[in-house]
Nanobody, 125 residues
């Protein structure tokens, strides 16, 4: 049984930084892509960032490019999302996901088979 557990969410002010962690268990960690998605109140879940199985390639939504950094530590079975210069519009529940997406669909949530329970990030103005 594959499990993903997120941690690190919280309440911060605009301009602050926050780091999220996702620990994956139950499979060979290095064989999948991992991604972060988020869902704000009243909105659909959207892609934030993804990292390839090796950690060598990363992908970002335009809204977070230059502010967020995704990385993975294979030995620790962990994926991280470093979020800098946070804005109120970054407020959402952040979800970690794992899967094997085809190249054009790295940002499509249907390409990911396993999901965490989510962690709340709230950015006050």
């Amino acid at each position: 049984q594959v499990q993903l557990v997120e941690s690190g969410g919280g309440l911060v002010q605009a301009g602050d930084s926050l780091s999220l962690t996702c620990v994956v268990s139950g499979r060979t960690f290095s064989s999948y892509f991992e991604a972060w998605f988020r869902q704000a109140p009243g909105k659909e879940r959207e892609f934030v960032a993804a990292v390839s199985w090796s950690g060598g390639s990363t992908y970002y939504a335009d809204s977070v490019k230059g502010r967020f950094t995704i990385s993975k530590h294979i030995a620790k079975n962990a994926v991280y999302l470093q979020m800098n210069s946070l804005k109120p519009e970054d407020t959402a529940v952040y979800y970690c996901a794992a899967g094997d997406p085809v190249a054009p669909r790295i940002g499509v949530q249907d390409e990911y088979d396993y999901w965490g329970q989510g962690t709340q990030v709230t950015v006050s103005s």
